[in-house]
C-alpha cells in the first residue's frame, strides 16, 4: 500500500520504520510461544516502553511525549496487523487507544501523577472492566457494585472477556454507585493490583487472540479507596460513551489493514499457486474475486482515513463510529473468509497466516458492542428529527 501522505508526514514514516522494527525484533519471534502460553511475557511491554511506545499522548510532566496526534496510534495497529501478531500486540493497542484516554480525559492531577508514569514505561499495564457474566452489550444492566464505606468503597461482582485481564496491573471498572438507577447509576472506579477482596479467575481460552490475555475478575468485598473514583458518581456512562468513540474508530483501522494485510498475502498466494497448468490468478473467477475484494478494502481504507483526520479535531461522533466499526468489521469478515477459500485446503492449515487471520478477525463484529448495537446507534440517529446524517 502506498504511503497515504495526506494522513501521515515524514514524523510518523519514522516512527512507522521504528514500530516495524520493534515488531520484528521483539513480538515476532515470540509470538507462537505467547500464543501457546495464552499471554504475552511482561518483557515486551516493557521494551515497548522504553522504546516510546506506550502513552505517547502523556503530558511530559509525567513523564510522556506530550504528542496527543492519534495518528501514532494508527500505525501501531496497523503494523501489528500487518505482521499478523495482533493478539500479541494487543496490550499495547489496548492501553493506549482505550484505556489511557479514561486517566487523561477524567483523572484528577493527584491521580495522574500516580498512575500515568508506569503507563508511559510499561511498569503499569492497563485494563478496562465493563461486561459481566450476563450483562454484555447493555451496560445499564450491569450489576457489580461500589458501597461507600468511609475512605473507601466496597465492590462486589463479577467482569468477564477482560483483555488484558491477567498481566494488568491497573483495571477501570464500571460499577454501580446507585443500584436503583441504571445509566446515572454508574460510575467508575481504578482497581490496583494487590486490592483486598480483587482477584482473578479463570484464564479464558479463545479461537483467535490466544496471545492476548483474556480473563474473568471478582470482586468480594473489595476494598478500594475513594481516590480511586474516576469522575463524579453516576457519570460512569457518559465517559464510556465518550470514549467509545475512538475505540470503536481503532477497531475500524485494525479491521481495514487486517482485510487490506491478508488480501495482499492472498494476491501472492494466487500469483504463485498453480492449477491445471496456469497460475490460479490467471483464472476469471480469481480475478474477479480479487478485483471485488481490491476495490471494496481501498473504498473503506479512504472512509476511515477520513474520520482519523476528523477525530483529530475531535469530530468524530458516536454514529460516525458506530458506521465505520460495523462497516470494516463485516468487511473484514468477508475477505479473510473469500481469502481462506483461494487458499483451498492450505486455508484450513494453522501453518498458513491466512488461517491465523481467519481466527483473529471473527471477535472483531463482536466486541466495543456487538454490529447489532452499531446499527441500532446509526438507527437512533436516523429517527431523531431534525438531525442530518454528516456527508
Same mark, same amino acid.
Given at each position: 500500500m502506498a504511503v497515504r501522505r495526506d494522513l501521515f508526514d515524514d514524523t510518523h514514516e519514522d516512527f512507522r520504520q521504528s514500530f516495524r522494527t520493534f515488531v520484528r525484533t521483539e513480538i515476532v519471534p515470540h509470538h507462537e510461544k505467547w500464543e501457546a502460553a495464552g499471554r504475552v511475557d511482561r518483557s515486551m511491554f516493557l521494551a515497548a516502553g522504553a522504546? +516510546?511506545?506506550?502513552g505517547m499522548a502523556v503530558p511530559e510532566e509525567y513523564g510522556g511525549l506530550g504528542v496527543d496526534d492519534f495518528r501514532f496510534n494508527v500505525i501501531i495497529s496497523e503494523e501489528l496487523q500487518r505482521a499478523n501478531v495482533v493478539g500479541s500486540g494487543m496490550c499495547i493497542t489496548l492501553h493506549n487507544d482505550i484505556v489511557l484516554p479514561y486517566l487523561l480525559g477524567t483523572a484528577t492531577e493527584e491521580q495522574r501523577a500516580r498512575w500515568l508514569p508506569g503507563f508511559v514505561t510499561g511498569e503499569t499495564m492497563g485494563a478496562i472492566s465493563m461486561t459481566e457474566p450476563g450483562t454484555g452489550s447493555d451496560l445499564a444492566?450491569? #450489576? *457489580? *457494585? %461500589?458501597?461507600?464505606?468511609?475512605?473507601?468503597? /466496597?465492590?462486589?461482582?463479577?467482569?468477564?472477556?477482560? @483483555?488484558? +485481564?491477567?498481566?494488568? !496491573?491497573?483495571?477501570?471498572?464500571? /460499577?454501580? @454507585?446507585?443500584?436503583?438507577?441504571?445509566?446515572? &447509576?454508574?460510575?467508575?472506579?481504578?482497581?490496583?493490583? +494487590?486490592?483486598? +477482596?480483587f482477584t482473578r479467575g479463570r484464564h479464558l481460552r479463545k479461537i483467535g487472540l490466544k496471545s492476548q490475555d483474556t480473563a474473568e475478575l471478582f470482586f468480594d468485598d473489595a476494598r478500594v479507596p475513594a481516590a480511586n473514583l474516576l469522575g463524579e458518581p453516576g457519570t460512569g456512562f457518559a465517559t464510556l460513551m465518550a470514549n467509545l468513540a475512538q475505540e470503536r474508530l481503532a477497531l475500524s483501522v485494525s479491521a481495514i489493514t487486517g482485510a487490506r %494485510?491478508?488480501?495482499?498475502? @492472498?494476491? !501472492?498466494?494466487?500469483?504463485?499457486?498453480?492449477?491445471? &497448468? =496456469?497460475?490460479?490468478?490467471?483464472?476469471?473467477? @480469481?480475478?474477479?474475486?480479487?478485483?471485488?475484494?481490491?476495490?471494496? *478494502?481501498?473504498?473503506? =481504507?479512504?472512509?476511515?482515513?477520513?474520520?482519523? #483526520? #476528523?477525530?483529530?479535531? &475531535?469530530?468524530?461522533?458516536a454514529e460516525d463510529a458506530a458506521k465505520a466499526k460495523w462497516w470494516t468489521t463485516e468487511l473484514q469478515q468477508d475477505v479473510v473468509n473469500r481469502c481462506l477459500q483461494l487458499h483451498g485446503g492450505y486455508g484450513f492449515m494453522e501453518e498458513y497466516p491466512v488461517a491465523r487471520a481467519f481466527l483473529d478477525a471473527r471477535v472483531q463484529t463482536i466486541y466495543a458492542g456487538t454490529n447489532e448495537i452499531m446499527k441500532e446507534i446509526i438507527g437512533r440517529s436516523i429517527d431523531t428529527p431534525g438531525k442530518r446524517s454528516r456527508r
Open positions: 522504546q +516510546g511506545f506506550l444492566a450491569i #450489576r *457489580t *457494585t %461500589a458501597v461507600r464505606d468511609g475512605d473507601h468503597y /466496597v465492590l462486589n461482582g463479577a467482569k468477564t472477556f477482560v @483483555t488484558n +485481564g491477567l498481566n494488568a !496491573d491497573l483495571v477501570v471498572v464500571a /460499577v454501580k @454507585t446507585d443500584p436503583a438507577e441504571r445509566h446515572r &447509576g454508574i460510575s467508575l472506579i481504578v482497581v490496583e493490583e +494487590g486490592t483486598p +477482596g %494485510a491478508v488480501l495482499d498475502l @492472498t494476491i !501472492d498466494y494466487c500469483r504463485e499457486r498453480e492449477a491445471f &497448468g =496456469q497460475r490460479l490468478s490467471s483464472f476469471q473467477n @480469481t480475478k474477479f474475486e480479487l478485483a471485488e475484494m481490491l476495490t471494496a *478494502t481501498e473504498v473503506a =481504507q479512504v472512509y476511515v482515513d477520513h474520520l482519523v #483526520r #476528523r477525530h483529530l479535531s &475531535g469530530d468524530v461522533d
